[in-house]
């Protein structure tokens, strides 16, 4: 399985942008279906956007809609996940997960079971 490690979280004011970036150490993430998820203390996972493997299809949770954007470069063996307008309930642990053999980004979110690896974490902070 590839190897994931998420970085690029850092603190940064309400209405601020990030770019978070996840690079498989091992492996190459071209036969993989990306996703990123994000865990705030005492809450469950949530998955937030995807991106498919094969024809760059994306899909995005209604709470990251239209703020977040997934991208991938495989020739960089990396998925991103710019944010913008970020709000202090966007704080969280962020991590990105890979599934093989999947084409439909929606399946990689919103179907945690499906996924093959998932990377360590970054931590963002959003401060109102």
């Known amino acids: 399985d590839v190897q994931l490690q998420a970085s690029g979280g850092g603190l940064v004011q309400a209405g601020g942008s990030l770019r978070l970036s996840c690079t498989a150490s091992r492996g190459s993430i071209d036969p993989y279906s990306l996703g990123w998820f994000r865990q705030a203390p005492g809450k469950d996972r949530e998955g937030l956007s995807g991106?498919?493997?094969?024809?760059?299809?994306?899909y995005y949770a209604d709470s990251v809609k239209g703020r977040f954007t997934i991208s991938r470069d495989n020739a960089k063996n990396t998925v991103y996940l710019q944010m913008n307008s970020l709000k202090p309930e966007d704080t969280a642990v962020y991590f990105c997960?890979?599934?093989?053999?999947?084409?439909?980004?929606?399946?990689?979110?919103?179907?945690?079971?499906?996924?093959?690896?998932w990377g360590r974490g970054t931590q963002v902070t959003v401060s109102s």
């Open positions: 991106i498919s493997s094969h024809d760059d299809n994306t």
């Open positions: 997960a890979a599934a093989l053999g999947i084409n439909n980004p929606y399946q990689i979110v919103q179907i945690p079971a499906i996924v093959d690896s």
